[in-house]
C-alpha cells in the first residue's frame, strides 16, 4: 500500500538543502502540505537568508504540491511560536514534525570553546526542544502527531572531533525517550533518524565514490516512514546508501552482589557476569531499571515485595 499524507501538515526544519530538502519535497509529493523551514546560515551557524527556503517552496509548486516558506532560527523560542502559527494559520493543524536543522562546529575537546559547544547544543537540542514544545499541544489537542528527532552515529557511538555534536545528538534520544511516554495517549509518536548522506556537513569527509552512493534520497525513505499513520513509536533508525538498522541501548541482566561485595572489588570480581550479554534487553521505562534491582535484591536479601 502506498504511503501518503494527504491532509496532513509537516513542518520541517533546515529544509533549505541537504537531508531537509529530501524530506520536504518527499512529503510535499506524497500529499503533504509543508513548511519549509530554514534559516539559511553556513554550516557552522553564521548569517542568515530566506533565499533556500523559498527555493525548496518554489520547487514543490512546480511540481503541484503545496508549501511555504519560513525561516525561523529553530534555537530562538519566539521565532519557532511565529512558525508554528504561520503553519496554523494557513493550514490550521499541524500532524508532522521533522527536527532536521542542524550545524557543525567539529573541534577536539582541547581545542573546542565553550561557546562553540553551547551553540551546537542550542541548534540541535533546543532547536528540537523549541519545535517540539511549540507543536506539541496542538498534537495533544488533535490526538495525532508524528515527529523525528535527527539523530547521529556520532551521538549514539561517538566520534573524534565531534563532542559538542554527539552530545546534542544523543540528548535528543533522551528528550525522545521521555516524549514518547507522555505523547502515548495522544497519538503522538516519537522517532529517531540516524542518517548518513552526502550533504554540505560530510563534503570533502568521503571519497567522491562513496559521497555519491549516500544521496540525501537514499535516507529520506526511513523518515517518511517515521511519520506515516502506521509508523513505530520510539524506534532509532538508521539510514544511508539504501541501508536501514535499527539502533538500541541495551542493559545486561545485572548481578546483585552481597553486601560484603558491594565494594569496587566485588565489582571487579564479578565483572565477567556484570558485562555477560546473555539476558541483555531494551528498557522502555527508566522505572524498569529500579523495579528490576528492587526485585534482584529482595531476592538476594530473601525478603518480600507487596
Ligand atoms: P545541511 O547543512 O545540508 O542542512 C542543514 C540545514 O539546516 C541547512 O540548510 C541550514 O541552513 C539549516 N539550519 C542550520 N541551523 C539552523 C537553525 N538554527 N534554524 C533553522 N535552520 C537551520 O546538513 P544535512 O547533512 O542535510 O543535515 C541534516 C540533519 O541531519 C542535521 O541535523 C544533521 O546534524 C543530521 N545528520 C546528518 C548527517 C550526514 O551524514 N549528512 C549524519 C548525521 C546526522
Known sequence: MTIRYDGKVAIVTGAGQGLGRCHAI?????????????????KDGVGASSEAARGVVAEIKAAGGEAIANGANVANYDEVEAMVQQAMDE??????????????????????????????????????????????????????GRIVVTSSSSGLYGNFGQSNYGAAKMAVIGLMNTLVQE????????????????????????????????????????????????????????????????????????????????????????WEQIIDPDGERELTAGFEQSMKMIGKAAEGLGIKLD
Not at 518527499?26 to 553556513?42: E, F, H, I, Q, T
Not at 514534525?97 to 577536539?108: E, F, M
Not at 551553540?119 to 488533535?142: E, F, Y
Open 91 to 144: 493550514w490550521g493543524r499541524i500532524d508532522i514534525l521533522i527536527n532536521n536543522a542542524g550545524i557543525l562546529r567539529d573541534k577536539s575537546f582541547t581545542k573546542g570553546s565553550i561557546e562553540d559547544f553551547k551553540l551546537v547544543v542550542d541548534v540541535h537540542l533546543m532547536g528540537t526542544v523549541n519545535c517540539t514544545k511549540a507543536c506539541w499541544d496542538i498534537m495533544r489537542d488533535q490526538a495525532y
Open 183 to 270: 505523547g502515548a495517549k495522544y497519538n503522538i509518536r516519537v522517532n529517531a533518524l540516524a542518517p548518513t548522506a552526502g550533504t554540505r556537513m560530510t563534503e570533502g569527509l568521503l571519497p567522491q565514490a562513496a559521497f555519491d552512493l549516500l544521496t540525501p534520497e537514499t535516507v529520506t525513505p526511513a523518515v517518511l516512514f517515521l511519520v506515516g499513520e502506521d509508523a513505530p513509536n520510539r524506534t532509532i533508525l538508521a539510514a544511508g546508501a539504501g541501508s536501514f538498522a535499527v539502533s538500541r541501548i541495551l542493559e545486561t541482566e545485572s548481578v546483585w552482589l552481597p553486601l560484603d561485595e558491594q565494594t569496587p572489588e566485588g565489582i571487579a570480581a564479578h
Open 26 to 42: 518527499a512529503l510535499a509529493a506524497r500529499g503533504a502540505k509543508v513548511v519549509v523551514n530554514d534559516l539559511g546560515g553556513s
